[in-house]
């Protein structure tokens, strides 16, 4: 009667066990699938959808937005050598970011335009530099959201693009509080996990 009892139980203890494991399993590939399985850049964000709220400096004259040209130019190099987990390049184009950066000349600006210049021009030249000092992967995707969203208002504001640019999203970057980052390519390459989840975001705004 004893070894029925024991027989039983061990029984019910290890279905319970398996039952419990095979839950797990199924809710984390059921989690990586639906990450692996978002818009890979074939769903557009609603027409007029606005992520950034910046002001309106496209009137602005002088050579101020080809300089801020140059700083979205190196930082698309910069993203791209993310995506590609290539610490060494993107460590170099960051530095090009940098030196972008303190090639603006913001002088002819006036009042509100000029401190907006100033004060998102600080957050490129911060976060770039501490790209630049580093070397580690996970150092660097680190500053990307501030530098990805101080490098969009710059360019949306002052209306310096030339080019289709999409701001793009990924819900699972920053330990899943998420993140964005700018790209000129609708599809989606995700430039905080590179190969690990290449297809893993969604547009969320779009400059043209």
Same mark, same amino acid.
Request: aromatic letters at 6%.
């Given at each position: 009667?004893?070894?029925?009892?024991?027989? @039983?139980?061990? #029984? =019910?203890?290890?279905?319970?066990?398996? &039952?419990?494991?095979?839950? +797990?399993?199924? *809710?984390?590939? $059921?989690?990586?699938?639906?990450?692996?399985?978002?818009?890979?850049?074939?769903?557009?964000?609603?027409?007029?959808?606005?992520?950034?709220?910046?002001?309106?400096?496209?009137?602005?004259?002088?050579?101020?937005?080809?300089?801020?040209?140059?700083?979205?130019?190196?930082?698309?190099?910069?993203?791209?050598?993310?995506?590609?987990?290539?610490?060494?390049?993107?460590?170099?184009?960051?530095? @090009?970011?940098? #030196? =972008?950066?303190?090639?603006?000349?913001? &002088?002819?600006?006036?009042? +509100?335009?000029? *401190?907006?210049? $100033?004060?998102?021009?600080?957050?490129?030249?911060?976060?770039?530099?501490?790209?630049?000092?580093?070397?580690?992967?996970?150092?660097?995707?680190?500053?990307?959201?501030?530098?990805?969203?101080?490098?969009?208002?710059?360019?949306?504001?002052?209306?310096?693009?030339?080019?289709?640019?999409?701001?793009?999203?990924?819900?699972?970057?920053?330990?899943?509080?998420?993140?964005?980052?700018?790209?000129?390519?609708?599809?989606?390459?995700?430039?905080?996990?590179?190969?690990?989840?290449?297809?893993?975001?969604?547009?969320?705004?779009?400059?043209?």
């Amino acid at each position: 009667m004893k070894r029925t009892l024991v027989a @039983a139980a061990l #029984a =019910a203890f290890m279905f319970t066990s398996c &039952s419990e494991s095979k839950k +797990e399993t199924t *809710a984390e590939t $059921e989690n990586h699938e639906h990450h692996e399985g978002m818009a890979h850049g074939d769903n557009m964000p609603a027409e007029g959808k606005v992520v950034v709220e910046t002001p309106d400096y496209t009137s602005v004259a002088g050579p101020v937005k080809e300089q801020i040209a140059a700083i979205v130019d190196s930082y698309l190099n910069l993203k791209d050598n993310l995506v590609a987990s290539d610490a060494a390049k993107a460590q170099a184009d960051a530095k @090009a970011v940098v #030196a =972008a950066a303190e090639k603006v000349d913001v &002088s002819a600006l006036q009042g +509100e335009q000029k *401190a907006f210049a $100033e004060e998102r021009l600080g957050e490129v030249k911060q976060t770039a530099s501490k790209m630049a000092a580093s070397t580690d992967l996970a150092a660097q995707r680190a500053q990307l959201e501030l530098l990805s969203e101080a490098t969009f208002a710059l360019t949306k504001a002052f209306g310096t693009s030339d080019q289709t640019l999409y701001y793009q999203y990924c819900p699972m970057a920053n330990n899943d509080q998420g993140a964005y980052w700018l790209s000129s390519n609708e599809e989606i390459r995700n430039p905080y996990f590179g190969e690990q989840m290449l297809k893993c975001g969604s547009t969320e705004e779009i400059i043209i």
